[in-house]
């Protein structure tokens, strides 16, 4: 007995030592660990990006769901001549054609626009024809070929890449954001998307070219922005005959460093453009490796512009790698159905692939016949239609607030099992996998040994501090403080609370206990405080630091149906692994306490690692899918930086609630400032009132509370102490 006294009072004492913690290898210092694990996971991104391509599964029904075409087309019966007494909607005729400035219906009050050719003659074909986004259909209606052609014609407007029209004149809000991004910022949380959208579009005009009596090849061409709606297109509807890619077919494992409204959720995991053209085998399809559009970026901010698009680069790509990817086509789908065609293949080369020899030979007789020239009256751009069909598209996705909170009720609450508690942990239980699995993504367990290394860092005359790394994957740690008290006895366990920073924070910032210190302003020094009262705290790192370094993660990830959180989770699985197993540690009492993106990871850890026996939302508790999409809310994200805050679908799945609904029967905790411009009371407690109505039915309503408090957005650290104490015990 007095030998086991010893030891015990011995790895006591080692505790509070200024070396390695025990069982633990000595850590080297490093001058930035946050810069050193941003890397590791940008690596472990493009591994995973560069291996997708092995094991793609390209699947017609899987491509309609990451682009969002989810929504039900309004039936259409006819085009609709768009004009009136001072811009009619005839724009010109020839003696083979008329030219008309039209519009169709799509969905509730959305149309498609566009310019028609009408042949006056019975149409040889028809020719769906997507200019790129920064091209007004007018522009290419002038060229005299298409009004020669024989063809029926109609050439729909894309939303541009402007940004005159990203604006919220109630707020006095302009930015230089790309109205595709716009679009994009609202939908995308939505589980809808600007690609999506204008798919659809083109779709419609395929219900049109259905309710035509003479049945004729479609043909799907697009240039640049254009070219990737025709490829989408033609794969999702096999009524389009063939397909004509201008400026877009490539590789696109660098989709991560495009504009971001071309990121799409689990894009690579099943599809690059070559698995994309396969859905097209064996109809035809011609790609054309010219006219790449050049987009150096988002437009240049003006003045008075909130300066807040995401970056990103569009640049041609080289002939080899497009020639790689049609031959990956080719592989995956043999046979003479895709065509590369480059400067020096002509008209007869190109319609000859596309279209039957009947409709292509003569087609192209009377193409070449055509003498080059310009429609004799140039066509007029009509300068209200790309606000309009902005604000078309922006007000049917904020009408999907409402919509998509019904669908949540219908798929989440209302198959909540309330009656029983074993029933409900084993309902949630799956619930908990559709979201790691679905919305957050989920990487594999970690896969290499702990590889605990600690180093002293302070102390006070209460506590000590170790910094801890532990690997998770290759290129992958986690990295935190430990903070122990001093008055542990020999053999003591103690309950621990994992306290979490927020946005660009640092462990050392929790710390903090100069109230003169930036970090102590909205931290409170509440690890260290929680500390001196007894508990053991551990801080981790969460990789959300580094701005675009980071964010750039997001973009990297997303394509393989991963979120930041895909890592940050796997990096907590470990943490918990390794806390469970210390001397020091009741394994069933390991709280979660995180302010601002760290109430972000209250949300989104907790929800799906059951060993968190409880958290706490600072600081981030909210009506948190109208915060993301919402264009009425003066904090919401649509205006500002952060670009990587969209998460794919969320809102058809998990707002804040029901992510709160997988942390029961868990005790639950809210710490919420009046004055915190994260969002407005109204809101927050619309949203936790859900909570605590589930706590109720549940007959646990003493789990979950809300605590306000006149202050900013900062740690309040009264009720959530007490909150603590009650659910933990006493820390001593």
């Known amino acids: 007995m007095h030998r086991l006294l010893v030891t015990l009072a011995l790895a006591a004492a080692s505790?509070?030592?200024?070396?390695?913690?025990?069982?633990?290898?000595?850590?080297?210092?490093?001058?930035?660990?946050?810069?050193?694990?941003?890397?590791?996971?940008?690596?472990?991104?493009?591994?995973?990006?560069?291996?997708?391509?092995?094991?793609?599964?390209?699947?017609?029904?899987?491509?309609?769901?990451?682009?969002?075409?989810?929504?039900?087309?309004?039936?259409?019966?006819?085009?609709?001549?768009?004009?009136?007494?001072?811009?009619?909607?005839?724009?010109?005729?020839?003696?083979?054609?008329?030219?008309?400035?039209?519009?169709?219906?799509?969905?509730?009050?959305?149309?498609?626009?566009?310019?028609?050719?009408?042949?006056?003659?019975?149409?040889?074909?028809?020719?769906?024809?997507?200019?790129?986004?920064?091209?007004?259909?007018?522009?290419?209606?002038?060229?005299?070929?298409?009004?020669?052609?024989?063809?029926?014609?109609?050439?729909?407007?894309?939303?541009?890449?402007?940004?005159?029209?990203?604006?919220?004149?109630?707020?006095?809000?302009?930015?230089?954001?790309?109205?595709?991004?716009?679009?994009?910022?609202?939908?995308?949380?939505?589980?809808?998307?600007?690609?999506?959208?204008?798919?659809?579009?083109?779709?419609?005009?395929?219900?049109?070219?259905?309710?035509?009596?003479?049945?004729?090849?479609?043909?799907?061409?697009?240039?640049?922005?254009?070219?990737?709606?025709?490829?989408?297109?033609?794969?999702?509807?096999?009524?389009?005959?063939?397909?004509?890619?201008?400026?877009?077919?490539?590789?696109?494992?660098?989709?991560?460093?495009?504009?971001?409204?071309?990121?799409?959720?689990?894009?690579?995991?099943?599809?690059g453009d070559a698995e994309v053209a396969s859905l097209i085998a064996p109809r035809h399809l011609v790609v054309q490796n010219l006219?790449?559009?050049?987009?150096?970026?988002?437009?240049?901010?003006?003045?008075?512009?909130?300066?807040?698009?995401?970056?990103?680069?569009?640049?041609?790509?080289?002939?080899?790698?497009?020639?790689?990817?049609?031959?990956?086509?080719?592989?995956?789908?043999?046979?003479?159905?895709?065509?590369?065609?480059?400067?020096?293949?002509?008209?007869?080369?190109?319609?000859?692939?596309?279209?039957?020899?009947?409709?292509?030979?003569?087609?192209?007789?009377?193409?070449?016949?055509?003498?080059?020239?310009?429609?004799?009256?140039?066509?007029?751009?009509?300068?209200?239609?790309?606000?309009?069909?902005?604000?078309?598209?922006?007000?049917?996705?904020?009408?999907?607030?409402?919509?998509?909170?019904?669908?949540?009720?219908?798929?989440?609450?209302?198959?909540?099992?309330?009656?029983?508690?074993?029933?409900?942990?084993?309902?949630?239980?799956?619930?908990?996998?559709?979201?790691?699995?679905?919305v957050i993504g989920r990487l594999p367990d970690p896969n290499l040994p702990v590889n605990a290394r600690s180093r002293f860092v302070r102390e006070t005359d209460k506590v000590t501090i170790h910094e801890v790394t532990l690997d998770v994957w290759q290129d992958v740690f986690a990295w935190g403080w430990l903070a122990l008290p001093k008055d542990m006895k020999p053999g003591e366990k103690r309950p621990v609370v994992v306290c979490q920073h927020g946005l660009e924070g640092l462990p050392e910032h929790v710390f903090e206990p100069d109230p003169k210190a930036q970090a102590y302003g909205p931290y409170k020094a509440f690890a260290l405080r929680l500390a001196e009262q007894g508990y053991i705290t551990f801080a981790p790192h969460n990789l959300y630091r580094g701005k675009d370094a980071f964010r750039t993660l997001q973009r990297k990830l997303n394509p393989l149906g991963l979120t930041l959180y895909s890592v940050i989770n796997g990096q907590h699985q470990r943490i918990l692994e390794w806390l469970k197993a210390q001397p020091f540690t009741p394994p069933d009492k390991i709280a979660f306490y995180g302010l601002s993106y760290g109430g972000k990871s209250a949300m989104r850890t907790p929800a799906v690692l059951p060993d968190y026996c409880l958290s706490i939302c600072s600081g981030d508790f909210n009506e948190w899918v109208r915060k993301c999409v919402s264009i009425d809310m003066p904090m919401s994200y649509i205006h500002v930086h952060e670009y990587e805050i969209w998460e794919w679908n969320m809102g058809r799945t998990f707002n804040y609630a029901e992510m709160a609904a997988l942390i029961a029967p868990r005790p639950f905790m809210v710490e919420r400032g009046h004055n915190d411009g994260v969002g407005i009371d109204e809101w927050v407690n619309y949203e936790f009132a859900k909570v605590r109505r589930l706590y109720n039915k549940l007959l646990i309503g003493d789990r979950t509370t809300i605590e306000h408090f006149d202050g900013p957005h900062t740690i309040n650290g009264v009720g959530t102490f007490e909150f603590l104490k009650e659910k933990l015990g006493p820390p001593r």
């Open 291 to 438: 006219g790449f559009p050049k987009v150096q970026g988002p437009p240049a901010g003006k003045e008075g512009e909130r300066k807040v698009a995401a970056p990103g680069e569009i640049t041609p790509p080289t002939l080899d790698a497009v020639k790689a990817e049609v031959a990956r086509a080719q592989a995956i789908a043999p046979g003479d159905w895709i065509k590369l065609c480059g400067e020096n293949d002509g008209t007869k080369e190109i319609v000859g692939h596309l279209l039957p020899a009947d409709v292509a030979v003569p087609l192209v007789k009377r193409i070449q016949s055509i003498t080059p020239q310009k429609n004799e009256q140039r066509m007029p751009v009509d300068p209200t239609r790309q606000e309009r069909m902005v604000r078309e598209l922006e007000a049917f996705t904020q009408r999907l607030l409402v919509t998509t909170e019904m669908e949540r009720n219908e798929q989440f609450w209302k198959k909540l099992p309330l009656k029983s508690m074993p029933e409900y942990e084993a309902h949630t239980a799956k619930e908990r996998d559709r979201f790691w699995n679905d």
């Open 15 to 271: 505790l509070h030592a200024q070396g390695p913690l025990p069982g633990t290898q000595p850590l080297e210092p490093n001058a930035d660990f946050s810069a050193t694990m941003v890397a590791g996971v940008d690596k472990m991104a493009l591994r995973l990006i560069e291996e997708s391509k092995s094991h793609r599964k390209p699947d017609r029904d899987k491509l309609k769901a990451i682009l969002g075409v989810v929504d039900e087309r309004l039936p259409i019966k006819a085009l609709e001549l768009s004009g009136s007494t001072t811009a009619p909607a005839l724009l010109a005729e020839t003696d083979t054609a008329r030219i008309f400035r039209v519009r169709w219906p799509v969905f509730n009050a959305v149309h498609g626009e566009g310019v028609y050719i009408q042949p006056k003659e019975k149409a040889v074909a028809r020719v769906i024809y997507l200019p790129d986004a920064d091209t007004d259909p007018e522009r290419l209606a002038n060229d005299a070929m298409l009004a020669y052609s024989g063809c029926e014609i109609i050439i729909p407007a894309l939303i541009s890449r402007g940004s005159e029209f990203s604006t919220n004149a109630k707020y006095g809000v302009k930015t230089n954001i790309p109205h595709r991004e716009w679009i994009y910022r609202q939908s995308y949380e939505l589980g809808r998307h600007i690609i999506g959208y204008e798919v659809q579009k083109t779709l419609a005009l395929m219900d049109w070219f259905d309710t035509q009596p003479d049945k004729l090849p479609v043909l799907a061409a697009g240039l640049g922005e254009g070219g990737l709606i025709a490829l989408c297109s033609g794969a999702i509807d096999t009524r389009i005959t063939s397909v004509y890619v201008w400026g877009h077919f490539a590789p696109r494992e660098n989709v991560w460093a495009q504009p971001i409204y071309r990121n799409v959720f689990g894009l690579l995991r099943d599809f």
